[in-house]
């Protein structure tokens, strides 16, 4: 049985940083893709990033590129997000998702959603 846990969420300021954690246990976690993905109400989840299963590539949306950074501690199971320069357009409700084998995959339908999401909310 997978169980993933996403935390590190919470209410801050524009401007301000956070950081996510996703534990997943019940997986092989070091073989398999994984991603960030952000869901608001009325919009489809989308991608934020996505890192291999070794952790020697990643991807970003364009909204956060150079102010988010996806990894991985393949040890300790866990993925990070580090978001930086967080502003109001990024609240959400972000969730880790499981892809599969090896490169990371640009398709939300690619990845298995197992958790209940981080909210994260970003005043002005």
């Known amino acids: 049985q997978v169980v993933v846990l996403e935390s590190g969420g919470g209410l801050v300021s524009a401007g301000d940083s956070l950081r996510l954690s996703c534990v997943v246990s019940g997986s092989t976690f070091r073989l398999y893709a994984m991603g960030w993905f952000r869901r608001t109400p009325g919009k489809e989840r989308e991608l934020v990033a996505a890192i291999s299963a070794g952790g020697g590539e990643s991807t970003y949306a364009d909204a956060v590129e150079g102010r988010f950074m996806i990894a991985r501690d393949n040890a300790k199971n866990t993925m990070y997000l580090q978001m930086d320069s967080l502003r109001p357009d990024d609240t959400a409700v972000y969730y880790c998702?499981?892809?599969?084998?090896?490169?990371?995959?640009?398709?939300?339908?690619?990845?298995?959603?197992w958790g209940q999401g981080t909210q994260v909310t970003v005043t002005s």
């Open positions: 998702g499981i892809g599969d084998y090896g490169p990371w995959t640009p398709e939300v339908t690619d990845y298995a959603f």
